[in-house]
C-alpha cells in the first residue's frame, strides 16, 4: 500500500442515529480515475464464498453506496448490506478463539480482464463487526473456469494487498503496482467480520484474438480497452459512464455536466483500444431530455498527439435519441475528442471500425507483456 494513502484502523463509534455517513471514514484515492473492473455492468460477479450467513456475498459489488437499516432484522440476526460471515470460533473450550491463519474468503471474477491499480474495501456500516484485516489475492484463468478450477492447487495467485488491518465504516484503500492481467480476485477477510463494497479500479487488457475474430468492433468501449483521459466536467455523473456496455437506462447511467455561464463548452477524452480505423458512430442521449447537448462535434488524433483533425463537425443531437453517422471517409487515430455545445450531457458513445496493423500489433506485444 502506498504510504500517501490514509489507512483506517479501529471500531468506529456505535450508530446514534441521524444520517450513518455523517462519521464514515473515506480519502481521496489517486487511482479512481480509473474503471471498476468489477463492475457489474461490465459483468462482474462474485461467484463463491466459504461463508455468507448474515449477509450475502452478491451485495459486495452493488454499485450504489451500501444503506443502513438499523431497524432491519431478520431470523438470523441484523441484516446488513454487504458480506458477512459468522463469527468464527477455536477448536474447543480451552483454545476458543480462531487461529491465525483462519479467514474467509469470496472469489470475484472481473467483469474484464485488466491491470489493477487500485483496490478499495469498503467496510460502510460495519462498525465493530468488520475484519480484523483483509488480503486481496489475484489470478489469470482463461475461459470460464468454476470455483472449483479457480480454488485447484495448480492455480497460481499473486498477491496484490498483502494482510493488512483495516478499520470498521471505512473505505480501506489500497495502490496496486503489478503489471500483469487478471482476472480473478480471492478477497480474504480474517478472521470473519463484514466487507460492505469491493470496487477494483485499473485498465481493461482486452485478448487481441478475440477483437481479430470480431473484425469491427465498438473501438471506444470500455470491455474492449477504450477508457477516458479527462473530461472537462464529472459534476453529475462520471464521463467513463459513455462507454459502458448497453444502452443507459435512467438519467444517471450517462454523462451529465453542470450548467454553464460562460461562453465555453465541455468535452472528452478519449484513449482507444489502440491505433484504429473508425468508420461510423454512434451519439446517444438516452434519458437526457432536458439536458442533453445541444450540439457535438468530434476529433481524432494520433497516439500522444495534441493535433486534432475533426471528423464529425458540429451537429445538432435531439434529447432521448440515439444518433448514427457513417463517416464519408474512414478515420485513422487512438485518440478520440468529443465535444458539446454548450453543456449537458449524452449516454453513450460508440465508434465502430478495426485496428490497423500497426495498432493490432501493439496490442498483441502488450498483451504478451501482462502475460496474457
Do not use: C
Amino acid at each position: 500500500m502506498s504510504t500517501g494513502i490514509p489507512s483506517f484502523t479501529g471500531d468506529a463509534s456505535p450508530f446514534g442515529g441521524g444520517d450513518p455517513y455523517a462519521d464514515y471514514r473515506t480519502a481521496d484515492f489517486p487511482f479512481t480515475q480509473y474503471a471498476d473492473l468489477a463492475d457489474r455492468r461490465l459483468g462482474a460477479s462474485v461467484v463463491a464464498a466459504n461463508d455468507e450467513f448474515f449477509a450475502e456475498r452478491e451485495n459486495l459489488l452493488k454499485p450504489e453506496p451500501a444503506e443502513f437499516d438499523p431497524e432491519h432484522f431478520g431470523h438470523k440476526g441484523k441484516i446488513m448490506d454487504g458480506w458477512e460471515t459468522r463469527r468464527r470460533r477455536g477448536v474447543s473450550a480451552q483454545q476458543p478463539h480462531p487461529t491465525q491463519d483462519d479467514h474467509d474468503w469470496a472469489l470475484v471474477r472481473l467483469g474484464a480482464p485488466g491491470v489493477v491499480r487500485g483496490i478499495v474495501v469498503d467496510t460502510a456500516h460495519f462498525r465493530g463487526n468488520y475484519p480484523q484485516a483483509v488480503s486481496v489475492e489475484a489470478t489469470s484463468v482463461a475461459g470460464s473456469p468454476s470455483p472449483e478450477e479457480l480454488l485447484a492447487d495448480d492455480v497460481k495467485w499473486t498477491t496484490l494487498v498483502p494482510r493488512t488491518a483495516v478499520g470498521g465504516h471505512a473505505a480501506n484503500g489500497f495502490a496496486v503496482d503489478v503489471e500483469q492481467r487478471f482476472t480473478h480476485l480471492r478477497v480474504n477477510q480474517h478472521p470473519d467480520g463484514g466487507i460492505a463494497r469491493l470496487r477494483v479500479y485499473g485498465e481493461v487488457a482486452p485478448d487481441p484474438r478475440w477483437l481479430a475474430v470480431l473484425g469491427t468492433f465498438d473501438l471506444a468501449a470500455l470491455e474492449n480497452g477504450g477508457q477516458v483521459e479527462d473530461a472537462s466536467d464529472r459534476f453529475y455523473s462520471p464521463a467513463t459512464n459513455t462507454i459502458q456496455p448497453g444502452r443507459s437506462r435512467k438519467m444517471d447511467d450517462g454523462w451529465e455536466t453542470r450548467r454553464r455561464r460562460d461562453k465555453g463548452n465541455d468535452w472528452i477524452r478519449y484513449q482507444l483500444v489502440a491505433e484504429s480505423e473508425i468508420r461510423a458512430v454512434e451519439i446517444d442521449t438516452a434519458y437526457l431530455k432536458g439536458n442533453s447537448a445541444g450540439w457535438a462535434a468530434l476529433s481524432v488524433a494520433a497516439e500522444g498527439s495534441e493535433d486534432w483533425t475533426e471528423i464529425l463537425p458540429r451537429t445538432r443531437l435531439q434529447p432521448d435519441t440515439n444518433h448514427r453517422f457513417v463517416l464519408d471517409t474512414p478515420a485513422v487515430g487512438s485518440r478520440i475528442r468529443i465535444d458539446i455545445y454548450p453543456d449537458g450531457g449524452i449516454s453513450r458513445l460508440r465508434l465502430f471500425g478495426s485496428l490497423t496493423e500497426t495498432g493490432a500489433a501493439r496490442l498483441t506485444a502488450r498483451h504478451q507483456e501482462l502475460g496474457g
